[in-house]
């Protein structure tokens, strides 16, 4: 979805590179030089009942190198009679991307940490290390794919579960004007854990050179039963650093 903003801003090349909602990432970076911010509220109501402000802070040193640093300012987890708030785990990422030729397509690779911040039973509750490649393409008129296939070693998974986790993410998008529409589908697997299916749908508008406004939905199909999560955020472009 980047991308797509990318193309739409030729002019401007100081336009946001959205990386939310989709759980798919694109191969290029932010603006070098730039601070991004991204933020949101989620609702998942897939087996759980629980609601969250994920963030995310981007910088790009330059065009194919950059850190970023995300989790969940806010979660309220509501279990059967009990409810717990309070604030989520804390992820660093490094990430590079890796031009073809062809400036049409992009890969790109992601190596992130994610720290135990959160208190019991809101987190992961230790430390999980993750890589994620990726697959981006722009083609025909103003259209886009982001493919990404990550894998994950817990530090605390699930009772009879492997701690190698995977999750595959394929993204389509489409812009029109400073709209952009996209549908994405995803899938985890782990070993000893049920797997689970991802549909999810969303429309993006840029309401100032700077700022992309995002909402949508999804819906999961896991073992145990559907469910879906309703979410809406925004990208912001926010400050020249250096």
Sequence with gaps: MGGLLS?????????????????????ELSVPGWLELEVGWLD???????????????LAFNEDWGVMLGGELWIRD????????????????????????????????????????????LGEG??????????????????????????TKQGSPDEGASSAAFLWATALSKQLGSWTLAGEVSRTHQAGAPNSMQWLTEASYQVH???VLDAGFSIIQQTQGNGHTLFFGAT???????
């Design 7 to 27: 193309m739409a801003n030729a002019a401007d090349e100081f336009a946001p590179t959205p990386y939310r909602p989709t759980l798919s990432n694109p191969a």
């Design 44 to 58: 998942n109501r897939a087996g759980e009942n629980r609601q969250s402000l994920p963030y995310l802070a981007k």
């Design 78 to 121: 509501h279990l059967e009679e009990t409810t717990s708030s309070g604030l989520g785990d804390t992820g660093v990422i490094l990430k590079h991307r890796m031009p073809t030729s062809d400036k049409n397509q992009n890969f790109g690779i992601e190596a992130g940490v994610q720290f135990p911040t959160a208190k019991h039973g």
């Design 126 to 151: 230790k430390t999980d290390y993750s890589v994620n490649g990726i697959y981006s393409l722009d083609f025909a008129s103003e259209w886009r794919l982001d493919a990404n296939l990550s894998a």
């Design 209 to 211: 050179p700077h700022v």
């Design 236 to 242: 912001w472009l926010a400050d020249k650093l250096f």
